[in-house]
């Protein structure tokens, strides 16, 4: 059985390690990136607490004793379903299995504008972005001619109350807090404004009453405006129009208010959903298919738990991936009868808005458990060690994470470039 998989994030790469070394199974791993990306820590990067390295891990040396499995570092263009091909960059490739693991990308919902202007933050590339732009910020400041344009520069709009949005304006109070005023002492931080606008009437509204009501009032706390039932309407690059008519003057719009399922060409438009999603059955097989399959983000399965899908987790993409990867193992070994249905048994979720400051809902006992603070964001940092995937990598950014604690700061406060350019130094 020739299985090609497309995209080795939580999904894709759960599924090829359990179909490591399976007898009868060729495994053809495609992704455009040659690494797993941990994306649940994008934020920490983005605000120089971490270093991209810790939270990405090189897909060749997960898979340095796998007989089976072959990698190939490119994007897919197209999928022929009717000849059972795939057509890359770097050319085509034939199939008996395709898995589609792709996930989802940034959805600033057809604005074109924002779009243009906004900073996403759904790559490595994009967090390191971030955090070149948050610093070159602070440097602009200081050479600001007036405090209007010094506002322009210290003022941070930060688009969407989920966890995303939730971690990175944390984040970045802590660093207005503890850092940089030590690294900008002719600055007055006391001008820097961080300002979280959300749509619905909560902040981390996935989550119970309880975590909202503790979430909003920890960024409170950390000196975080928070803006519900608003919605950012327009940006320039310098202006953000809200929803209640507010403008705000800033150069930092910091886009999590959305994500779209990254969708190949050659899916059937019919097969699309809402979220920009494929729709799969309980096995993962797209409807009306034989031998494709979507996992993970991409993919929405409806269960009676969750009729409109499952939500776009981690969890759920590993688990989705553990399951295709007994089911295929099973149909190889002619034991199709024993395939099993997939569904998700949510274990809690927890988001972190900065030092001893977590939540975390967990389903059992019923009524949930609801706590916060020290004690979840104990719990917080335990569980995200746990599933970053290297020795190394733990160890990196449990010292990271450690000096930060005692120290009040961190070092990564880089500006790295692509290239020197003059004109980079003129604003
Ligand atoms: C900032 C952020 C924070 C998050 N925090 C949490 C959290 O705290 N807890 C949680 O459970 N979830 C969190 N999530 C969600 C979680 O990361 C996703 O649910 C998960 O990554 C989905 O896994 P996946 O395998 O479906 O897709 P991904 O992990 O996104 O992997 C998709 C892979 O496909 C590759 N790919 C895409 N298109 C192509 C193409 N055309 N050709 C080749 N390769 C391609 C990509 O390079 C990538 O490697 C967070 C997400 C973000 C962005």
Redesign the pocket.
């Known amino acids: 059985m020739r299985v090609i998989i497309?995209?080795?994030?939580?999904?894709?790469?759960k599924l090829a390690r359990n179909l490591v070394n399976k007898e009868n199974i060729e495994v053809l791993i495609?992704?455009?990136?040659n690494y797993?990306?941990f994306?649940?820590l994008?934020?920490q990067v983005a605000t120089s607490g971490l270093d991209a390295s810790n939270i990405s891990f090189p897909l060749r040396k997960i898979f340095q004793k796998a007989r089976n499995v072959r990698f190939r570092l490119?994007?897919?263009l197209e999928i022929k379903q009717a000849e059972n091909k795939i057509v890359?960059t770097i050319g085509a490739f034939d199939y008996d299995v395709l898995v589609l693991?792709?996930?989802?990308t940034t959805n600033f919902f057809g604005n074109e504008k924002l779009q243009e202007n906004a900073l996403p933050?759904?790559?490595t590339v994009e967090a390191l972005q971030l955090r070149n732009h948050i610093i070159k910020n602070f440097e602009n400041a200081l050479l600001a001619t007036s405090k209007q344009e010094r506002e322009l520069y210290m003022t941070f709009v930060i688009v969407g109350g989920g966890?995303?949005g939730v971690?990175l304006s944390g984040a970045i109070a802590e660093m207005r807090k503890y850092i940089l005023p030590k690294d900008y002492p002719e600055l007055d931080f006391s001008e820097m404004k961080i300002i979280l606008v959300e749509g619905s009437p909560k902040t981390l509204a996935v989550m119970s009453e309880q975590s909202s009501e503790k979430s909003r009032k920890y960024l409170t706390g950390l000196g975080v405006t928070v803006e519900t039932k608003t919605t950012v309407k327009e940006y320039d690059g310098t202006t953000a129009v809200l929803s209640t008519g507010e403008t705000i003057q800033t150069t930092t719009l910091l886009w999590?208010a959305g994500?779209k399922g990254?969708v190949?060409a050659g899916i059937e438009a019919s097969l699309i959903v809402k979220g920009n999603r494929i729709q799969v059955d309980r096995y993962n097989k797209v409807e009306g298919t034989e031998n494709m399959y979507a996992?993970?983000?991409?993919a929405c399965m409806e269960t009676p738990q969750y009729p409109h899908g499952h939500p776009?987790?981690?969890?759920?993409?590993i688990n989705q991936?553990k399951n295709l990867a007994a089911n295929l193992i099973h149909q190889v070994n002619g034991n199709k009868h024993l395939q099993a249905e997939f569904e998700y048994h949510d274990k809690g979720t927890?988001?972190t808005v900065g030092r001893n400051l977590a939540v975390v809902d967990i389903p059992i006992p019923k009524p949930k458990l609801h706590f916060g603070g020290w004690f979840a964001w104990l719990i917080w940092m335990s569980l995200h060690l746990m599933l970053i995937l290297g020795v190394k990598n733990r160890v990196q950014i449990f010292i990271n994470w450690l000096y930060k604690y005692f120290t009040y700061d961190q070092n990564l406060r880089l500006l790295i470039r692509t290239a020197f350019r003059e004109e980079d130094e003129v604003k």
Not at 30 to 33: L, P, Q, T
């Open positions: 497309i995209g080795c994030g939580f999904a894709g790469l495609i992704d455009k990136n797993h990306q994306q649940p994008f934020y490119t994007s897919l890359t693991a792709t996930g989802a933050m759904k790559s966890p995303t971690e999590a994500i990254n190949p996992i993970g983000d991409i776009q987790l981690a969890n759920v993409a991936g927890m988001a």
